[in-house]
Structures are given as C-alpha cells and as structure tokens.
C-alpha cells in the first residue's frame, strides 16, 4: 500500500503557490490539508483561491472546484470521510 506525505506535500505546495497562485494549487493545497487533517487551514486556503479566484474571473471552472470543496467543508461533508 503506497503511503502519502501530506505534510511534505503541503511544504512544496506553498512554495509553489508563493511562487505563482493558480487555481490548481489552491485546490491542491486544500485538499492535502483536509487529509492531515488540518480543517481550518484547508478551509482558510479554499477561501483564499476563492477570493483570487474572483478577481480574476478567467479561471471559471477552478472557481468552479473550489466553491465544491468550500461548500463540501462547509457542511461538514469532508467530516465523515
């Protein structure tokens, strides 16, 4: 069974995001927080990708995934994994 490495994942992924914030690396990041899990920092980069996200409509379909992934941790979805 392969063994992911969230925590150093989510080391690069910031990196990564500093570097250049698309929409992907939004949703990554997020998604490798929930399953540390640390809820409140995956919920706290959604709504930042969100927020770029919306300055800069181009990326509707991102926009798209990540209000998914708000909406998901909003309701407590994400919870019962």
Same mark, same amino acid.
Request: no cysteine; charged share 25%; glycine share 4%.
């Given at each position: 069974? =392969?063994?992911?490495?969230?925590? $150093? #994942?989510? %080391?690069?992924?910031?990196?990564? +995001?500093?570097?250049?914030?698309?929409? @992907?690396?939004?949703?990554?990041?997020?998604?490798?927080?929930? =399953?540390?899990?640390?809820?409140? $920092? #995956?919920? %706290?980069?959604?709504?930042?990708? +969100?927020?770029?996200?919306?300055?800069? @409509?181009?990326?509707?379909?991102?926009?798209?995934?990540?209000?998914?992934?708000?909406?998901?941790?909003?309701?407590?979805?994400?919870?019962?994994?």
């Amino acid at each position: 069974m =392969q063994q992911y490495q969230f925590r $150093e #994942a989510v %080391r690069h992924l910031k990196k990564a +995001l500093d570097a250049v914030p698309l929409p @992907a690396f939004y949703e990554t990041l997020g998604s490798a927080l929930w =399953q540390l899990p640390d809820l409140t $920092e #995956a919920e %706290r980069v959604v709504r930042e990708g +969100l927020q770029h996200l919306m300055e800069n @409509a181009e990326h509707e379909a991102s926009l798209d995934n990540l209000s998914g992934l708000n909406s998901a941790m909003t309701r407590g979805i994400w919870l019962e994994r």
